[in-house]
Nanobody
Framework: QVQLVESGGGVVQAGDSLRLSCTAS????????MGWYRQPPGHVERDFVA?????????WYEESVKGRITIYRDDAKNTVYLQMNNLKPEDTARYYC????????????????????WGQGTQVTVSS
């Protein structure tokens, strides 16, 4: 069974840090480029946050999170992480990880429709 399971969300104060994890099962994890998206309260669509290539050597970030958020992966654990520092109230959202089995080892996927597998999400709430 193909599955992505996110964890690590919670309620924190502005300025705090969180590390989200997304563990995959049922897939050959190194074959997948991975990404994180988020859906703020009341929003219909998900917003791109960060992406990482199959090799882990290439990453891409949404402009507003650059310098505060880092995506990285551990293929031995079939897990991709999202380290979030200096959290702001506007980071409040449900965070989803996604996988895309396409492209070369250094390709990052930033188009939502190109992701074929998704997790159920983990909620992050940042209070001011």
């Amino acid at each position: 069974q193909v599955q992505l399971v996110e964890s690590g969300g919670g309620v924190v104060q502005a300025g705090d840090s969180l590390r989200l994890s997304c563990t995959a099962s049922g897939i050959v994890f190194p074959d997948y480029a991975m990404g994180w998206y988020r859906q703020p309260p009341g929003h219909v669509e998900r917003d791109f946050v960060a992406a990482i290539s199959r090799s882990g050597g290439t990453t891409w970030y949404e402009e507003s999170v650059k310098g505060r958020i880092t995506i990285y992966r551990d293929d031995a654990k079939n897990t991709v992480y999202l380290q979030m520092n200096n959290l702001k109230p506007e980071d409040t959202a449900r965070y989803y990880c996604a996988g895309a089995q396409r492209g070369g080892a250094e390709v990052v996927v930033i188009t939502e429709i190109r992701y074929s597998i998704w997790g159920q999400g983990t909620q992050v709430t940042v209070s001011s």
